[in-house]
């Protein structure tokens, strides 16, 4: 079965690093690039970022730039999300998603609690 | 880049027809025909629902369509069924990245 699957949820504290991965299967995993989005409690859909598994160059938000780091790894079909400093308000579910055009498929999501 | 704008709700009765816009800067939804929208219920993973404007993927109903007149783009669902009570959601994908709508919770009556 062609899929996206997510690692689990996380608990952290303010100020700890995380990776968060995001793993292909049944399918070309460097035809498509992973997209990743950020989903804040009770809102809406936000882009994060875009990582082209064939070359691992990435297409960062604004929004995002500098606060996360994405990255590829294509030898085992799998994309990373990355933080170094935890904040609060990176509490959210966090989606990847395989993308031509648009966002075909999608991994379960992760969930990350950020809380002291 | 600025969201999209969509409103925050719309609402119908069971077998009418709904229109959710989209509406957004001239580089995103005027510019390309990449406009995709999504289906979220809650506590659930998105769902694709059409894309490149007015394409559905295979197995979504073809009660949904879509299609894009100038900078708005717009999804339709016709016969409203009390599935279809859900958040709805636009994207525009361009070489710079992708945007999405702010969202839109489809009531049925």
């Known amino acids: 079965e062609v899929q996206l699957v997510q690692s689990g949820v996380e608990v952290k504290k303010p100020g700890e690093s995380l990776t968060i991965s995001c793993k292909g299967s049944a399918y070309t995993f460097t035809s498509y690039s992973i997209t990743w989005v950020r989903q804040m409690p009770g809102k809406g859909l936000e882009w994060m970022g875009t990582?082209?598994?064939?070359?691992?160059?990435?297409n960062y938000s604004p929004s995002f730039q500098g606060h996360v780091t994405i990255s590829v790894d294509k030898s085992i079909s799998t994309a990373y999300l990355q933080w170094s400093s935890l904040k609060a308000a990176d509490t959210a579910m966090y989606y990847c998603?395989?993308?031509?055009?648009?966002?075909?498929?999608w991994g379960q999501g992760t969930l990350l609690t950020v809380s002291s | 880049q600025s969201a999209l704008t969509q409103p925050a709700s719309v609402s119908g009765s069971p077998g009418q027809s709904v229109t959710v816009t989209c509406t957004g800067i001239s580089s995103d939804v005027s510019g390309h025909n990449y406009v995709s929208w999504y289906q979220q219920h809650p506590g659930t993973t998105p769902k694709l629902m059409i894309y490149d404007v007015r394409d559905r993927p295979s197995g979504v109903s073809n009660r949904f369509s879509g299609s894009k007149s100038g900078n708005t783009a717009s999804l339709t669902i016709s016969g409203l069924q009390a599935e279809d009570e859900a958040d709805y959601f636009c994207?525009?994908?361009?070489?710079?990245?992708?945007?999405f709508g702010g969202g839109t919770k489809v009531t049925v009556l």
């Open positions: 994207c525009s994908y361009t070489t710079r990245g992708t945007v």
């Open positions: 990582v082209n598994p064939r070359d691992s160059s990435i």
């Open positions: 998603a395989r993308q031509n055009t648009a966002l075909i498929l």
